[in-house]
């Protein structure tokens, strides 16, 4: 492959950052807080929850305690995922859509279930295509489901190809000017971009300590939350809703910090929220008829 002046591979890595995120995911393989949620049924998750807690699986027996705590974070990532799903519009079995970010696939296979699409997903990360990949052999549904090694900020696929696009979580691995240009050209006209991010509150001040905190634990650069709007704006992305789900996420990072997977991000999450400093959002906008 091509080197630029800058030294870095010309292709789906652009920069020396970029290749850092993906080494990041490449090498989390050993992930239980995904992948022992993923075992219950099949469905691998990269997102977190929302939704009340049930706080009786903390009671009972303690051999299963364990186990009904895993189950219980993994409904309130399902709970997150249906959300997500139902703003994505009227999405016909003839439209394709997009995951940007997918992770190792488990948002993408519950839309293709929802609405009978093709969806095709895109990560930076090649051990991650090859996991989603193999779920999608396991169900039966190579055809309608594929995960690409391709970049979400130059994804190759035609314009105006998507009737709906969403990102879970992946946002703050981009320059959001960059990415929305990219939706905008992907999304037909009308078409409906589907975002739940992690943003930072520049109303009240910048970077609070603890969402930096959560910035160098998964190498990533929360965005202000004023940022989405300008870039939005900016091209031809109306937001047509927006929701602070940060009361309705608290819950899950609770019951996370007392499980037995708790990496020990859970402490900055919890922080940032009570304090005001990071909000969980999502953002629904639409794309202009060109
Ligand atoms: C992905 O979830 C998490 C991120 C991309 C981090 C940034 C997200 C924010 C909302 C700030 P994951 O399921 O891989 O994380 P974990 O392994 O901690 O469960
Ligand atoms: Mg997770």
Redesign the pocket.
Do not use: L
């Given at each position: 492959m091509p080197t630029n002046q800058l030294g870095v591979t010309d292709g789906v890595l652009r920069s020396d950052y970029q290749k850092a995120v993906a080494n990041y995911w490449n090498t989390?393989r050993n992930?239980p807080?995904?992948l022992r949620l993923g075992d219950v049924d099949g469905y691998y998750?990269?997102?977190?929850g929302i939704g009340d807690v049930d706080w009786s699986v903390l009671e009972g027996p303690e051999t299963t305690r364990d186990d009904r705590v895993i189950r219980e974070l993994h409904r309130l990532e399902h709970m997150q995922a249906r959300f997500l799903i139902e703003q994505l519009g009227d999405v016909e079995p003839t439209d394709r859509v997009l995951d940007g970010g997918s992770?190792r696939g488990g948002t993408s296979f519950m839309v293709h279930e929802r609405f009978g699409c093709r969806v095709d997903g895109v990560t930076i990360s090649e051990y991650q295509v090859g996991f989603a990949n193999d779920q999608a052999a396991k169900r039966g549904v190579t055809d309608r489901v594929k995960f690409h090694f391709r970049n979400m900020l130059d994804t190759g696929f035609d314009t105006a190809a998507f009737r709906s696009i969403w990102t879970n979580?992946?946002t703050?691995?981009v320059d959001l000017f960059k990415l929305f240009a990219e939706f905008a050209r992907l999304l037909k006209d009308g078409g409906r971009y589907v975002c739940i991010?992690?943003c930072y509150n520049d109303i009240t001040g910048g970077r609070s300590r603890a969402v930096s905190q959560?910035d160098a634990k998964?190498i990533?650069n929360?965005h202000p939350r004023s940022e989405y709007f300008k870039a939005l704006a900016a091209n031809n992305l109306v937001p047509i809703n927006v929701i602070d789900l940060t009361p309705q996420t608290i819950p899950y990072w609770e019951l996370r910090a007392k499980s037995s997977v708790a990496?020990g991000?859970e402490e900055p999450f919890l922080t940032a929220y009570k304090e005001g400093s990071f909000h969980?959002l999502l953002i629904v906008a639409d794309r202009i008829v060109r």
């Open positions: 989390n992930d807080v995904n998750h990269h997102h977190y992770g979580e992946t703050m691995y991010t992690g959560i998964y990533c929360i990496t991000v969980y």
